[in-house]
Protein backbone atom coordinates (compact mmCIF):
# COMPACT_ATOMS: atom_id res chain seq x y z
CA UNK A 1 0.00 0.00 0.00
CA UNK A 2 1.28 3.56 -0.90
CA UNK A 3 1.04 6.72 0.56
CA UNK A 4 -0.27 8.00 -2.52
CA UNK A 5 -3.40 5.67 -2.09
CA UNK A 6 -4.48 6.53 1.38
CA UNK A 7 -4.24 8.72 3.88
CA UNK A 8 -1.58 8.63 6.37
CA UNK A 9 -4.26 7.25 9.75
CA UNK A 10 -5.51 4.14 9.99
CA UNK A 11 -3.69 1.01 11.06
CA UNK A 12 -2.06 -1.72 8.60
CA UNK A 13 -2.25 -5.53 9.47
CA UNK A 14 0.45 -7.59 8.24
CA UNK A 15 -1.37 -11.26 7.92
CA UNK A 16 -0.84 -12.71 4.58
CA UNK A 17 -2.58 -15.30 2.40
CA UNK A 18 -3.14 -18.26 2.79
CA UNK A 19 -4.60 -17.49 6.24
CA UNK A 20 -6.10 -21.19 6.94
CA UNK A 21 -7.19 -22.31 10.22
CA UNK A 22 -5.56 -25.84 9.88
CA UNK A 23 -6.89 -29.00 11.56
CA UNK A 24 -5.71 -32.19 12.74
CA UNK A 25 -6.35 -35.61 11.08
CA UNK A 26 -9.36 -35.86 13.09
CA UNK A 27 -11.18 -32.75 12.37
CA UNK A 28 -10.13 -31.43 15.64
CA UNK A 29 -7.97 -28.72 15.50
CA UNK A 30 -4.59 -29.23 16.36
CA UNK A 31 -2.75 -27.17 19.67
CA UNK A 32 -0.56 -24.99 17.42
CA UNK A 33 -2.85 -24.49 15.29
CA UNK A 34 -5.10 -23.40 17.99
CA UNK A 35 -2.75 -20.91 19.47
CA UNK A 36 -2.37 -19.26 15.87
CA UNK A 37 -5.69 -18.75 15.57
CA UNK A 38 -6.52 -16.97 18.82
CA UNK A 39 -3.50 -14.72 18.11
CA UNK A 40 -5.20 -13.68 15.02
CA UNK A 41 -7.86 -13.38 16.34
CA UNK A 42 -7.30 -11.34 18.86
CA UNK A 43 -5.04 -9.10 16.90
CA UNK A 44 -8.20 -9.04 14.38
CA UNK A 45 -10.40 -7.60 17.00
CA UNK A 46 -7.97 -4.62 17.84
CA UNK A 47 -8.26 -3.37 14.34
CA UNK A 48 -9.49 -0.21 14.27
CA UNK A 49 -9.55 2.96 11.80
CA UNK A 50 -8.17 5.88 14.17
CA UNK A 51 -8.58 8.62 11.69
CA UNK A 52 -9.47 9.82 8.51
CA UNK A 53 -12.57 7.69 8.20
CA UNK A 54 -14.26 9.76 6.59
CA UNK A 55 -12.22 11.42 3.78
CA UNK A 56 -11.18 8.58 2.60
CA UNK A 57 -14.98 6.53 2.76
CA UNK A 58 -15.61 9.46 0.41
CA UNK A 59 -12.72 8.51 -1.58
CA UNK A 60 -14.10 5.34 -1.71
CA UNK A 61 -17.55 6.91 -2.82
CA UNK A 62 -16.01 9.35 -5.19
CA UNK A 63 -13.65 6.41 -6.89
CA UNK A 64 -16.57 4.17 -7.29
CA UNK A 65 -18.95 6.75 -9.52
CA UNK A 66 -15.82 7.44 -11.57
CA UNK A 67 -15.28 3.36 -11.58
CA UNK A 68 -18.74 2.30 -12.04
CA UNK A 69 -18.58 0.12 -9.44
CA UNK A 70 -21.11 -1.55 -6.96
CA UNK A 71 -20.41 -2.37 -3.28
CA UNK A 72 -21.60 -5.58 -1.76
CA UNK A 73 -20.72 -5.83 2.02
CA UNK A 74 -21.14 -9.12 4.08
CA UNK A 75 -23.60 -8.45 7.53
CA UNK A 76 -20.08 -9.31 9.38
CA UNK A 77 -17.89 -6.51 7.31
CA UNK A 78 -17.17 -3.45 10.15
CA UNK A 79 -19.29 -0.74 11.08
CA UNK A 80 -17.61 2.01 8.47
CA UNK A 81 -17.41 -0.78 5.21
CA UNK A 82 -21.00 -1.22 6.23
CA UNK A 83 -22.15 2.10 6.38
CA UNK A 84 -20.44 2.97 2.77
CA UNK A 85 -22.01 -0.22 0.85
CA UNK A 86 -24.35 0.04 -1.09
CA UNK A 87 -26.25 -2.89 0.29
CA UNK A 88 -25.61 -4.77 3.39
CA UNK A 89 -26.65 -8.40 3.61
CA UNK A 90 -26.72 -12.56 4.52
CA UNK A 91 -24.78 -14.94 1.63
CA UNK A 92 -27.91 -15.39 -0.09
CA UNK A 93 -29.02 -11.71 -0.42
CA UNK A 94 -25.68 -10.71 -1.16
CA UNK A 95 -25.14 -13.28 -4.11
CA UNK A 96 -28.65 -12.63 -5.93
CA UNK A 97 -27.75 -8.93 -5.83
CA UNK A 98 -24.90 -9.96 -7.62
CA UNK A 99 -26.50 -12.09 -9.96
CA UNK A 100 -29.05 -9.42 -10.79
CA UNK A 101 -27.00 -6.47 -11.00
CA UNK A 102 -27.11 -4.56 -15.05
CA UNK A 103 -25.11 -1.49 -14.70
CA UNK A 104 -22.17 -1.87 -12.56
CA UNK A 105 -18.91 -2.67 -14.56
CA UNK A 106 -16.95 -3.41 -10.96
CA UNK A 107 -18.46 -5.30 -8.30
CA UNK A 108 -16.01 -5.06 -5.02
CA UNK A 109 -17.16 -7.78 -2.76
CA UNK A 110 -16.40 -7.08 0.92
CA UNK A 111 -16.53 -10.30 2.63
CA UNK A 112 -14.50 -13.59 2.28
CA UNK A 113 -13.42 -15.49 -0.95
CA UNK A 114 -16.61 -18.11 -1.53
CA UNK A 115 -18.83 -15.31 -1.79
CA UNK A 116 -17.10 -13.34 -4.09
CA UNK A 117 -16.43 -16.68 -6.09
CA UNK A 118 -20.39 -17.26 -6.21
CA UNK A 119 -20.76 -13.65 -7.83
CA UNK A 120 -18.04 -14.35 -10.42
CA UNK A 121 -20.31 -17.44 -11.35
CA UNK A 122 -23.80 -15.79 -11.59
CA UNK A 123 -23.01 -13.12 -13.09
CA UNK A 124 -19.58 -13.50 -15.12
CA UNK A 125 -19.61 -10.27 -17.31
CA UNK A 126 -18.89 -7.96 -13.83
CA UNK A 127 -15.37 -8.03 -12.71
CA UNK A 128 -15.42 -9.31 -9.45
CA UNK A 129 -13.11 -8.18 -6.51
CA UNK A 130 -11.98 -9.53 -3.31
CA UNK A 131 -10.14 -6.96 -1.63
CA UNK A 132 -8.03 -8.95 0.25
CA UNK A 133 -6.72 -12.07 -1.03
CA UNK A 134 -6.37 -13.63 2.39
CA UNK A 135 -9.80 -13.12 3.38
CA UNK A 136 -10.82 -17.01 2.89
CA UNK A 137 -13.79 -18.98 4.49
CA UNK A 138 -11.78 -21.75 6.68
CA UNK A 139 -14.74 -23.71 6.87
CA UNK A 140 -14.83 -23.83 2.99
CA UNK A 141 -11.11 -25.38 2.65
CA UNK A 142 -12.53 -27.82 4.92
CA UNK A 143 -14.77 -30.11 2.33
CA UNK A 144 -12.24 -30.98 -0.96
CA UNK A 145 -13.63 -32.63 -4.10
CA UNK A 146 -11.83 -35.53 -3.57
CA UNK A 147 -13.95 -35.86 0.00
CA UNK A 148 -17.13 -35.49 -2.00
CA UNK A 149 -16.00 -38.15 -4.79
CA UNK A 150 -15.30 -40.32 -1.84
CA UNK A 151 -18.63 -39.66 0.31
CA UNK A 152 -20.69 -40.19 -2.96
CA UNK A 153 -19.62 -43.66 -3.76
CA UNK A 154 -19.95 -44.29 -0.35
CA UNK A 155 -23.60 -43.59 -0.46
CA UNK A 156 -24.44 -44.14 -4.48
CA UNK A 157 -27.72 -42.06 -5.68
CA UNK A 158 -27.80 -39.86 -2.43
CA UNK A 159 -28.51 -36.27 -3.65
CA UNK A 160 -25.54 -33.81 -2.33
CA UNK A 161 -26.41 -30.61 -0.95
CA UNK A 162 -23.58 -27.98 -0.58
CA UNK A 163 -23.45 -24.95 2.19
CA UNK A 164 -22.42 -21.69 -0.20
CA UNK A 165 -19.37 -21.84 2.43
CA UNK A 166 -17.84 -23.80 -0.43
CA UNK A 167 -14.96 -23.69 -3.14
CA UNK A 168 -16.27 -23.50 -6.71
CA UNK A 169 -14.43 -26.88 -7.47
CA UNK A 170 -16.98 -28.21 -4.76
CA UNK A 171 -19.79 -26.75 -5.53
CA UNK A 172 -19.25 -28.18 -8.94
CA UNK A 173 -19.83 -31.28 -7.51
CA UNK A 174 -23.19 -31.14 -6.29
CA UNK A 175 -26.80 -31.27 -6.89
CA UNK A 176 -28.25 -28.20 -5.11
CA UNK A 177 -26.44 -25.74 -2.94
CA UNK A 178 -27.85 -24.18 0.29
CA UNK A 179 -27.28 -20.99 2.95
CA UNK A 180 -28.41 -20.61 6.53
CA UNK A 181 -31.54 -18.82 5.42
CA UNK A 182 -33.22 -21.95 3.19
CA UNK A 183 -31.05 -24.88 4.19
CA UNK A 184 -34.39 -26.54 5.53
CA UNK A 185 -36.59 -25.86 2.49
CA UNK A 186 -33.69 -27.16 0.40
CA UNK A 187 -33.02 -30.22 1.63
CA UNK A 188 -36.75 -30.55 2.11
CA UNK A 189 -37.68 -29.84 -1.62
CA UNK A 190 -34.99 -32.63 -2.33
CA UNK A 191 -36.94 -36.17 -4.01
CA UNK A 192 -35.28 -38.25 -1.52
CA UNK A 193 -35.46 -39.64 2.41
CA UNK A 194 -31.37 -38.93 2.62
CA UNK A 195 -28.88 -36.55 1.56
CA UNK A 196 -24.92 -35.47 1.72
CA UNK A 197 -24.76 -32.35 3.21
CA UNK A 198 -21.61 -30.30 3.94
CA UNK A 199 -19.57 -28.97 4.90
CA UNK A 200 -20.67 -27.48 8.39
CA UNK A 201 -21.93 -30.13 10.84
CA UNK A 202 -24.02 -28.45 13.25
CA UNK A 203 -25.94 -27.02 9.92
CA UNK A 204 -25.93 -30.65 8.67
CA UNK A 205 -27.68 -31.90 11.91
CA UNK A 206 -29.90 -28.38 12.09
CA UNK A 207 -31.10 -29.43 8.93
CA UNK A 208 -32.27 -33.01 10.09
CA UNK A 209 -33.80 -31.97 13.30
CA UNK A 210 -35.94 -29.53 11.35
CA UNK A 211 -37.08 -32.09 8.30
CA UNK A 212 -36.79 -35.05 9.66
CA UNK A 213 -34.60 -36.92 7.45
CA UNK A 214 -30.90 -38.19 7.14
CA UNK A 215 -28.59 -35.41 6.96
CA UNK A 216 -24.90 -36.80 6.48
CA UNK A 217 -22.18 -34.39 7.20
CA UNK A 218 -19.35 -34.43 4.55
CA UNK A 219 -16.71 -33.98 5.73
CA UNK A 220 -18.03 -35.70 9.56
CA UNK A 221 -16.69 -32.73 11.16
CA UNK A 222 -16.77 -29.25 9.43
CA UNK A 223 -17.30 -26.12 11.21
CA UNK A 224 -17.06 -22.87 11.67
CA UNK A 225 -14.12 -22.00 14.15
CA UNK A 226 -15.89 -18.52 15.18
CA UNK A 227 -19.17 -19.74 15.64
CA UNK A 228 -17.86 -22.94 17.56
CA UNK A 229 -16.79 -20.43 20.13
CA UNK A 230 -19.83 -19.52 21.86
CA UNK A 231 -21.20 -21.54 24.66
CA UNK A 232 -24.30 -21.97 26.22
CA UNK A 233 -23.03 -20.62 29.66
CA UNK A 234 -21.90 -17.27 28.01
CA UNK A 235 -26.29 -16.64 27.22
CA UNK A 236 -27.23 -18.66 30.79
CA UNK A 237 -25.10 -15.35 32.24
CA UNK A 238 -26.67 -12.84 30.15
CA UNK A 239 -29.85 -14.05 30.45
CA UNK A 240 -30.15 -13.59 34.39
CA UNK A 241 -28.76 -10.44 34.02
CA UNK A 242 -31.67 -9.70 30.89
CA UNK A 243 -34.41 -12.50 32.27
CA UNK A 244 -36.59 -10.15 29.06
CA UNK A 245 -33.88 -11.00 26.51
CA UNK A 246 -34.51 -12.85 23.48
CA UNK A 247 -32.26 -15.24 22.18
CA UNK A 248 -30.64 -15.38 18.21
CA UNK A 249 -28.59 -17.89 17.45
CA UNK A 250 -26.74 -18.53 13.71
CA UNK A 251 -27.00 -22.84 12.76
CA UNK A 252 -23.14 -22.53 12.58
CA UNK A 253 -23.47 -22.87 16.38
CA UNK A 254 -23.46 -25.87 18.15
CA UNK A 255 -26.70 -27.92 18.84
CA UNK A 256 -26.33 -26.78 22.72
CA UNK A 257 -26.30 -23.05 21.82
CA UNK A 258 -29.29 -23.73 19.19
CA UNK A 259 -30.96 -25.12 21.56
CA UNK A 260 -30.53 -22.09 23.94
CA UNK A 261 -32.18 -19.53 21.26
CA UNK A 262 -35.21 -18.42 20.76
CA UNK A 263 -35.09 -17.90 16.96
CA UNK A 264 -32.01 -19.86 14.96
CA UNK A 265 -31.48 -18.09 11.42
CA UNK A 266 -29.01 -16.00 8.83
CA UNK A 267 -27.97 -13.39 9.97
CA UNK A 268 -30.38 -10.77 7.96
CA UNK A 269 -33.13 -13.46 9.34
CA UNK A 270 -31.62 -12.44 12.80
CA UNK A 271 -32.18 -8.93 11.76
CA UNK A 272 -35.81 -9.09 10.51
CA UNK A 273 -36.71 -11.25 13.55
CA UNK A 274 -35.31 -8.66 15.78
CA UNK A 275 -37.10 -5.82 14.26
CA UNK A 276 -40.74 -7.58 13.96
CA UNK A 277 -40.13 -9.01 17.70
CA UNK A 278 -41.63 -7.13 20.78
CA UNK A 279 -38.86 -8.02 22.32
CA UNK A 280 -36.12 -4.89 23.21
CA UNK A 281 -33.34 -7.10 24.16
CA UNK A 282 -31.59 -9.57 22.24
CA UNK A 283 -28.63 -11.78 22.54
CA UNK A 284 -26.98 -12.41 19.65
CA UNK A 285 -25.05 -16.03 18.90
CA UNK A 286 -23.51 -15.20 15.63
CA UNK A 287 -20.44 -12.70 14.61
CA UNK A 288 -20.12 -9.71 16.20
CA UNK A 289 -20.20 -7.27 12.88
CA UNK A 290 -24.03 -7.81 12.63
CA UNK A 291 -24.17 -5.77 15.33
CA UNK A 292 -23.86 -2.80 14.09
CA UNK A 293 -26.57 -3.47 11.44
CA UNK A 294 -29.11 -4.70 14.66
CA UNK A 295 -28.38 -1.24 16.22
CA UNK A 296 -28.70 1.31 13.09
CA UNK A 297 -31.95 -0.62 12.44
CA UNK A 298 -33.29 -0.84 15.72
CA UNK A 299 -32.18 2.25 17.91
CA UNK A 300 -34.71 1.79 21.16
CA UNK A 301 -33.26 -1.87 20.99
CA UNK A 302 -30.80 -3.29 23.53
CA UNK A 303 -28.17 -6.16 21.80
CA UNK A 304 -25.80 -8.18 23.26
CA UNK A 305 -23.37 -10.26 22.28
CA UNK A 306 -23.12 -13.89 23.41
CA UNK A 307 -19.21 -14.06 23.58
CA UNK A 308 -17.12 -10.84 23.22
CA UNK A 309 -14.86 -12.28 21.27
CA UNK A 310 -17.03 -13.79 18.34
CA UNK A 311 -14.97 -12.17 15.63
CA UNK A 312 -14.27 -13.28 11.98
CA UNK A 313 -10.48 -12.68 11.45
CA UNK A 314 -11.25 -13.52 7.59
CA UNK A 315 -13.97 -11.01 7.35
CA UNK A 316 -11.80 -8.44 9.42
CA UNK A 317 -9.10 -8.58 6.93
CA UNK A 318 -11.32 -6.17 5.29
CA UNK A 319 -10.49 -2.63 5.70
CA UNK A 320 -11.60 0.89 4.40
CA UNK A 321 -8.04 1.09 3.11
CA UNK A 322 -7.76 -2.08 1.39
CA UNK A 323 -11.38 -1.81 -0.39
CA UNK A 324 -9.87 1.68 -1.43
CA UNK A 325 -7.00 0.08 -2.72
CA UNK A 326 -8.71 -2.51 -4.10
CA UNK A 327 -10.80 -0.09 -6.33
CA UNK A 328 -7.97 1.69 -7.57
CA UNK A 329 -6.00 -1.13 -8.78
CA UNK A 330 -8.79 -3.27 -9.73
CA UNK A 331 -7.57 -5.87 -7.87
CA UNK A 332 -7.73 -9.12 -6.71
CA UNK A 333 -9.93 -9.91 -9.83
CA UNK A 334 -12.17 -13.33 -8.83
CA UNK A 335 -12.67 -15.54 -11.83
CA UNK A 336 -13.77 -19.28 -11.63
CA UNK A 337 -12.71 -21.47 -15.09
CA UNK A 338 -15.85 -21.74 -17.26
CA UNK A 339 -15.66 -25.43 -17.14
CA UNK A 340 -16.20 -25.31 -12.86
CA UNK A 341 -18.36 -22.45 -13.45
CA UNK A 342 -21.36 -23.72 -15.44
CA UNK A 343 -21.64 -26.48 -12.83
CA UNK A 344 -21.08 -24.79 -9.83
CA UNK A 345 -24.17 -22.50 -11.26
CA UNK A 346 -26.33 -24.65 -12.05
CA UNK A 347 -26.36 -25.83 -8.13
CA UNK A 348 -26.68 -22.22 -7.33
CA UNK A 349 -29.48 -21.70 -9.83
CA UNK A 350 -31.36 -24.49 -8.60
CA UNK A 351 -31.36 -22.83 -5.15
CA UNK A 352 -32.76 -19.61 -6.82
CA UNK A 353 -35.80 -21.21 -8.40
CA UNK A 354 -37.01 -22.58 -5.16
CA UNK A 355 -38.33 -18.95 -4.05
P1 LIG B 1 -25.12 -15.87 6.51
O1 LIG B 1 -25.59 -16.49 5.25
O2 LIG B 1 -26.06 -16.07 7.65
O3 LIG B 1 -24.79 -14.45 6.28
O4 LIG B 1 -23.81 -16.63 7.00
C1 LIG B 1 -22.62 -16.62 6.30
C2 LIG B 1 -21.53 -17.07 7.15
O5 LIG B 1 -20.42 -17.15 6.74
C3 LIG B 1 -21.83 -17.39 8.53
O6 LIG B 1 -20.68 -17.61 9.22
FE1 LIG C 1 -16.40 -18.75 7.45
FE2 LIG C 1 -17.16 -18.81 10.00
FE3 LIG C 1 -16.06 -16.59 9.03
FE4 LIG C 1 -18.53 -17.35 8.28
S1 LIG C 1 -17.86 -16.70 10.32
S2 LIG C 1 -16.90 -16.62 6.94
S3 LIG C 1 -18.29 -19.59 8.25
S4 LIG C 1 -15.08 -18.59 9.25
Not at 40 to 65: C, H, M, P, Q
Not at 79 to 88: G, M, N, S, W
Not at 245 to 257: G, K, L, Q, R
Request: some cysteine; hydrophobic content about 40%; overall charge neutral.
Amino acid sequence: MTSDHVPEKGCETILEPPFLVPADQNGKFCFAAKCIYLCIRLEASTFRVEGGTVALADNILKLKAEKNALILAHNYQRPEIQDIADYVGDSIELSRRAMEEKDARIIVFSAVDFMAESAAILNPKKKVLLPVLGARCPMAQMLTVEEIKRSKSQHPRTPVVLYVNTLAAAKAECDICCTSANAVEVVSSVDADTVLLGPDRNLAEYVQRKTGKTVIPIPEWGFCPTHLLFQPEDVQILKSQHPEAAVMVHPECTFEMQKAGDFVGSTSQMCRYAKESKATTFIVGTEEGVLHRLRKDNPAKKFFLAYDGAVCPNMKLNTLERIYVSLKEEKHVVTVPEPIAKHARKALQRMFELK
